[in-house]
Nanobody
Framework: QVQLVESGGGSVQAGRSLRLSCAVS????????MAWFRQGPGKEREWVAA????????YYADSVKGRATISQDNAENTLYLQMNSLKPDDTAMYYC??????????????????WGQGTQVTVSS
């Protein structure tokens, strides 16, 4: 059973940065597809970023392009999302998602088969 545990969220002022982490157990990150999604208050779940190929391939939603970096540490089996220049509309619960033994990505949430519990990011103006 794959388990994902997010951490690193918090409350920050606009313009600041956060680094979110997702610790993966039960499967290797090296050959998986992984992604970050977020869900703000009263909104549907939104794709943020994705990676596969051991972290060699990365993709970003327009809303975070230029501000976000998705990466992974294969030795630690951990996924990261570095978020800079945070805006109030970045406020959301952030979730990591995982699809084992995959070479590709999707911006659709249902494509991923494992999910973490989420970590809250709150950005004040």
């Amino acid at each position: 059973q794959v388990q994902l545990v997010e951490s690193g969220g918090g409350s920050v002022q606009a313009g600041r940065s956060l680094r979110l982490s997702c610790a993966v157990s039960g499967s290797t990150c090296r050959d998986a597809s992984m992604a970050w999604f977020r869900q703000g208050p009263g909104k549907e779940r939104e794709w943020v970023a994705a990676t596969y190929g051991g972290g060699s391939r990365t993709y970003y939603a327009d809303s975070v392009k230029g501000r976000a970096t998705i990466s992974q540490d294969n030795a630690e089996n951990t996924l990261y999302l570095q978020m800079n220049s945070l805006k109030p509309d970045d406020t959301a619960m952030y979730y990591c998602a995982f699809r084992p033994v995959s070479a590709g990505y999707s911006s659709g949430a249902t494509w991923y088969t494992y999910w973490g519990q989420g970590t809250q990011v709150t950005v004040s103006s």
